[in-house]
């Protein structure tokens, strides 16, 4: 069984469409977050859900809304795509529970192109 | 506020040589220090962590890393290159989960070993 699972693992899509990716965790962990991996490999932190209660939002344009309908699901809809959004998006889990940080576990990432 | 510097964005060094990546942290609070490793189209896996404790801490594959406070870093280290080790090295910085949850990303170090 896969630790974090996001899907699609690609999209290629248009300027102005709408397009969301999945992520689900089966570890257990309280808190989620997705990063963005640009094409020089910089990851930025996006969002951050613990329990799925939204603690970390940097600056993001609000055409991306994360969700967290339970602890074990971190969803991400953008809304009319720019070329700019191209990149790899990777959702990870931790459980920050104890207060000492474990292992940050990544999914293998959803690569989104915008044409 | 937390951040990483990574020195050298690609380090090349030949099959059996030292690995020596470098990464310099900044944190108002104790930090808790990782390294990971990204493989190709692949998401980024745990090499190794600090908390507390023994500053010289070993993880997977030969790699260690030493946290010196002093010198505010962390460098990750490998006796003998192998062809495997060829990939992207992030390092990364986190605080107590009564500071906010944050991981923050260096912007990677591109590790080639020569045969």
């Known amino acids: 069984d896969t630790a974090v699972s996001q899907t699609p693992k690609y999209l290629v899509t248009q300027m102005g469409n709408d397009k969301s990716i999945k992520c689900e965790q089966n570890l257990g962990h309280d808190t989620m977050y997705w990063y963005k991996q640009d094409s020089k490999k910089f990851l930025k932190i996006m969002f951050s859900?613990?329990?799925?209660?939204?603690?970390i939002n940097e600056t993001v344009p609000n055409r991306f809304s994360p969700k967290s309908p339970d602890k074990a699901h971190l969803n991400l809809h953008i809304n009319s795509l720019e070329l700019g959004d191209s990149a790899v998006y990777f959702c990870?889990?931790?459980?920050f529970g104890s207060g000492v940080p474990g292992e940050l576990f990544f999914g293998e990432g959803s690569r989104l192109t915008v044409l | 506020a937390q951040s990483v510097t990574q020195l050298g964005s690609h380090v090349s060094v030949s099959e059996g040589a030292l690995v020596l990546l470098r990464c310099n942290y900044s944190s108002s609070v104790p930090p808790y220090l990782f390294w990971y490793v990204q493989y190709p189209n692949q998401g980024l896996q745990l090499l190794l962590k600090?908390?507390?404790?023994?500053?010289l801490v070993k993880g997977i594959n030969g790699f260690e890393a030493e946290f010196k406070k002093s010198e505010t870093s962390f460098h990750l280290t490998k006796p003998s290159a192998h062809m495997s080790d060829a990939a992207e090295y992030f390092c990364a910085v986190s605080s107590p989960r009564n500071t906010g949850n944050q991981f923050y990303f260096g912007t990677g170090t591109s590790l080639t070993v020569i045969p």
């Open positions: 600090y908390t507390t404790g023994a500053t």
């Open positions: 859900y613990n329990n799925k209660e939204l603690i």
């Open positions: 990870a889990s931790i459980n």
